[in-house]
């Protein structure tokens, strides 16, 4: 890998990788794309990362 990481941040990793599922990863990295427009809009962020936080952990506790 190009990206050098410590061994704390791969074990990390491996353990978040062991409890989210390839649909909760998608869904995530739809919404954060979605949070980010909505920021480079302008709009308050504070705001879209508390309702982002809050989509998030809505879909990892309906998962697990």
């Given at each position: 890998?190009l990206?050098?990481?410590?061994?704390?941040?791969?074990?990390k990793i491996?353990?978040?990788?062991?409890s989210?599922?390839a649909e909760?990863?998608?869904f995530?990295?739809?919404?954060?794309g979605?949070a980010?427009?909505?920021?480079?809009?302008n709009a308050?962020?504070r705001?879209?990362?508390?309702?982002?936080?809050?989509?998030?952990?809505?879909?990892?506790?309906?998962?697990?």
């Amino acid at each position: 890998s190009l990206v050098k990481r410590n061994p704390d941040e791969v074990q990390k990793i491996i353990a978040f990788s062991k409890s989210a599922s390839a649909e909760q990863i998608a869904f995530f990295y739809q919404e954060i794309g979605e949070a980010l427009a909505h920021i480079e809009r302008n709009a308050n962020s504070r705001i879209v990362l508390f309702d982002l936080s809050i989509k998030i952990s809505r879909k990892f506790r309906n998962e697990i």
